[in-house]
């Protein structure tokens, strides 16, 4: 089994910047593609980022791509989200999530098998 745990969310200002983190434990072999989700008040849980260790795959969503980075530090089995020029839209719960394949979209919430609780994000206007 895996555990993930999020951190770095908070208040910031359009504009800013924060970079999450998100902690894996325990069966980390397991965490071959790791990826990042938001879920607005109101909106249903989209994706945003994700990174696998197979051929060094990275995908982004559209509504992020060139404001955000998502980097891994295998040593320390830990994900990051730099997160850059904020809008308010951005503004949601950040969860880590991490599956076992690195195939096909790495968009899809079904190929990940392990969740975080996720961190807040408040972009401010």
């Known amino acids: 089994q895996v555990r993930l745990v999020e951190s770095g969310g908070g208040l910031v200002q359009a504009g800013g910047s924060l970079r999450l983190s998100c902690a894996a434990s325990?069966?980390?072999?397991?965490?071959?593609?790791m990826a990042w989700f938001r879920q607005a008040p109101g909106k249903e849980r989209e994706f945003v980022a994700a990174?696998?260790?197979?051929?060094?795959?990275?995908d982004y969503a559209d509504s992020v791509k060139g404001r955000f980075t998502i980097s891994r530090d295998y040593a320390k089995s830990t994900v990051y989200l730099q997160m850059n020029s904020l809008k308010p839209e951005d503004t949601a719960v950040y969860c880590c999530?991490?599956?076992?394949?690195?195939?096909?979209?790495?968009?899809?919430?079904?190929?990940?098998?392990?969740w975080g609780q996720g961190t807040q994000v408040t972009v401010s206007s």
């Open positions: 999530t991490a599956g076992r394949f690195a195939l096909g979209n790495l968009s899809a919430p079904s190929i990940y098998e392990y």
């Open positions: 325990g069966r980390t072999s397991s965490t071959v593609t």
């Open positions: 990174q696998s260790l197979i051929g060094g795959r990275t």
